[in-house]
């Protein structure tokens, strides 16, 4: 018999660990899953956002964020425990 594993029991695991998350529109952010409630609020560490760039399509604009950052449960749609992020070719320099 499989055993089963609820939503929150996989974030759960992935405390202390890297993370990608697809967020609403096309916002990508990769950084370090310290914490999380019920509502999927996220707390990040050494985060990096990755927005569509409007002058390559198809490519991303990376920005470090320096501190911890908060996410809204609300805006996430995709959770990727290990994920990178985008591939490095996509990203305009």
Known sequence: MASKILPLELIDKAIGSKIWILMRGKTEIVGTLRGFDDYVNLVLED???FVPDSHNPG??????????ILL???????????????????ISE
């Open 59 to 68: 490519m991303f604009i990376k920005t470090e964020m320096e501190s911890e």
């Open 47 to 49: 985060a990096i956002e």
């Open 72 to 90: 809204n449960g609300n805006h996430v749609t995709i959770l990727v425990p290990g994920g990178e992020g985008p591939d490095n070719s996509l």
